[in-house]
């Protein structure tokens, strides 16, 4: 018996190494596209706003993201009552990161960064390294004395944490950025 725990527990080894060689073959294989999002990580999100997600012509070019925890958030984005998620992402291409906001009701995506210009925050946030839902309401004047924007709906208060900080927001056709504080 004794004979056959080892050999058991050999086996496992084995089998163990063969995975781990695999994993790594896997992961090298992958390297060129940007860090993806592990499968355990993936599985918080809900179903829906990643089937709606894969299913979309934007799948192919981006990747889920695990750049911030949590890599997604809910708010009413568009302020059309319905709650709606925003995932971070990455452009496969360029591993640049940026963010999903998938509009529930429209069921539709919006790709802010990730090689997309989002106005002074540019097309990478992969300096970024904090965020949370602002939630509808008034905005204080940012570092650069624009005038705020009056939010039609929830945002997206982004950071990078003791520099810098700007809000996303949906101005009814697309999203916009307002500098908060650096
Ligand atoms: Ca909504």
């Known amino acids: 018996m004794a004979g056959d725990s080892v ?26 596209a940007a860090v ?8 918080n999100l809900p179903p829906l706003v990643r089937e709606s997600f894969e299913n979309s012509p934007q799948a192919k070019r981006y990747a889920f993201s695990a750049h911030i925890n949590p890599f ?12 709606d998620t925003a995932v971070w992402i990455t452009e496969r291409a360029t591993g640049k990161s940026g963010i999903a906001i998938f ?13 997309r210009d989002l ?6 946030f992969s300096g970024l390294d904090a965020w949370h839902v602002f939630r509808r309401g008034p905005v ?3 570092a650069d004395g624009k005038p705020p924007p009056k939010l039609r709906g929830d945002a997206l208060m982004v950071m990078k ?3 810098a ?8 056709n697309r999203y916009g950025w307002y500098q908060q504080g650096d």
């Open 7 to 32: 050999f058991l527990a050999l086996n496992n080894i084995d089998k163990f190494q063969l995975w781990s060689m695999l994993f790594l073959t896997l992961a090298r294989i992958d390297s060129s």
């Open 36 to 43: 993806e999002i592990d499968f355990v990580t993936l599985a």
């Open 72 to 83: 997604y958030l809910h708010g009413d984005f568009d302020g059309d009552g319905q709650l």
């Open 103 to 115: 509009h529930a009701k429209a069921n539709r995506l919006v790709i802010v960064g990730a090689g």
């Open 119 to 124: 106005g002074n925050a540019g097309d990478n």
């Open 140 to 142: 204080q004047r940012g």
């Open 161 to 163: 944490t003791e520099s």
């Open 165 to 172: 900080s700007g809000l996303i927001y949906w101005d009814g």
